[in-house]
């Protein structure tokens, strides 16, 4: 079962979405949930199916204290590498709540020290506290629907299904096609590839 707080009750949860994907934005949600919250379908965005993620988004939207959610896109990926796109999607998830939090939870093991606010890493905290697996689900969602709107562009790489994720079906696609866009250049798009040309 989820905790509702790791030690304080005005604490953001902070997750991303995306951070192994060959092409789109790393996205990031942060959310500070009501001290007496509770949902017994809130989990790790991964343990859920899509309906379940789709259902729970305008809950945790509409219980919310605040929330936000940031994608950082292809080109600022490629140009501070995927570790510090991901911590800055984070950052500027968090730059956005209102009130701010006196404390942050993230998930995982890794974090950029936010400004003036103590953090804890959690690591499959998204699986452990509310605001994590709630930020988790913000996330991912809001990524899938990013994703699913450029698969429209680019159909042939079937995003709406791997969602940019380095499954078979998508490199064969970059192997047949090249790449967008929308790919990430600095990443190794075809495991046998050693540099792009571009």
Not at 164 to 191: D, M, N, V, W
């Amino acid at each position: 079962m989820l905790k509702s707080c790791y030690r304080s009750l005005l604490e953001a949860g902070t997750d991303e979405a995306g951070r192994g994907c060959l092409a789109g934005p790393v996205t990031a949600a942060a959310i500070i949930l009501p001290e007496k919250f509770n949902n017994i379908t809130l989990n790790d965005s991964k343990q859920l199916s899509e309906t379940k993620r789709d259902l729970l988004r305008p809950i945790l939207e509409e219980k919310a204290v605040s929330f936000s959610v940031c994608h950082v896109f292809e080109e600022e990926i490629d140009e501070i590498n995927i570790l510090n796109a991901s911590f800055l999607a984070m950052h500027r998830a968090i730059d956005k709540l209102q009130p701010v939090p006196d404390f942050i939870i993230v998930d995982g093991n890794r974090f950029k020290p936010y400004p003036n606010i103590d953090h804890e890493c959690i690591i499959k905290g998204d699986g452990k506290f509310m605001s994590i697996a709630a930020a988790s689900v913000l996330a991912k969602t809001y990524r899938d629907e990013y994703m699913a709107k450029i698969h429209e562009e680019f159909p042939m790489y079937n995003w709406k299904k791997n969602k940019g994720y380095p499954t078979k079906e998508h490199r064969e696609a970059i192997k047949k096609y090249g790449i967008t866009k929308y790919h990430r250049k600095s990443f190794r798009q075809l495991p046998e590839q050693l540099t792009l040309d571009i």
